[in-house]
């Protein structure tokens, strides 16, 4: 029979991704926006005139 639990060994792999930082769902195209690396031009256009 195998020793205790304490004496068992377990590798960890640092490069394992479990999970994802962001999913799918939570970006422009989850929400059946189109894809935009750079929000900039929207930014300006959403800006008030008043900051003119």
Known sequence: ???SDDERRVDFFDDLDILPDTTSDE???GWG????????AWL???RPPHWD
Do not use: F, N, R, W
Not at 33 to 40: A, I, M, P
């Open 1 to 3: 029979m195998s020793g």
């Open 27 to 29: 970006s422009g195209p």
């Open 33 to 40: 926006e189109g894809v935009e690396d750079d929000s900039t």
């Open 44 to 46: 300006m256009s959403e």
